[in-house]
Each structure stands twice: as structure tokens, then as C-alpha cells.
């Protein structure tokens, strides 16, 4: 699969190589992933993903998921998806996240009765972005209304 060579290909420069291709390859993957995150270009956020320890550590951690697939078989969340059944959950996605697809939001959804989607119309994959903000702190204070007092 040419994804997973890839990814191999990302991992063995991350860590076989010598400092300054680690270095590029890790600030190269962080400005892709930091340019992927939000709807909108955020200087901040790309200044933060070039920060050095910061891309590094993002793209090792970032990497080695991939080439392990995520520690996860193919469906493994769709096809456990009883283990939930009666849970109640929020499920949260921005409209234009280019990370993670769409359409993954909405299978999980559909095979969890007890979850609401919220589709955040101005948002990419950043939980950072002003309606994702709002829409979590909504689904926290609700979820904590709901369960008050139900743990003790």
C-alpha cells in the first residue's frame, strides 16, 4: 500500500536520519498538518507547529500512529459499537475538516442511536477554532447537566 510506504519512508527519516533531515522532514509534516487544521490560515497556530520541539514531537507521534494503523483494525470502532449502546455521546465535526473525512462522523453517528452530530459549519479539525469551542463547552455543560450527580 502506498500510504504505508509512505508513512515507513516519514518514520525512518524521523528517526534513522541525521539531525538536519529529522529536523526538515518533522517541520514538513507539522506546516502540512498545521495548514490542514483550521478553515482559515491562523499564523499562530503555523508558528507554533515550526516551533522546533514542537514539530518534532508532532510528527514522530503523528508517524508512528500511522505506521501502526492507528493501533486499530479496520471498522474496530464501527464493529464495537455495542459496547456503547445506551451511552449517550456528542459527536463533533467540523464541516471542512481535511483531516478527518465527513463521512466518518456521520457512519460512527449512524451506528451510535444514542449520539447526536453536530456538523460545525465554520470549522476545519482544529478543536481550537471559535465554533468548535463553542460547540464542545455547549456538549460539556449539557452532558454534566445530565449526569449530575449520577457517578456518586
Known sequence: DNGQNIMALYDQQLTQSHDLAQMAAARAWSVWEGSCASLRPNH???DRFCEPHTAKSMALLGAHYFTQSAFLSRNQVLD???KVQGLPGVIIHGRYDMVC???QAY???HAWPD???HIIREAGHASTEPGMVDAIMRAT???AKRFNGWFL
Open 44 to 46: 499562530n497556530v503555523m
Open 101 to 103: 473525512p465527513l463521512e
Open 115 to 117: 449520539s447526536e452530530l
Open 80 to 82: 464495537n459499537m455495542d
Open 107 to 109: 457512519l460512527l453517528h
Open 141 to 143: 455543560d449539557e452532558l
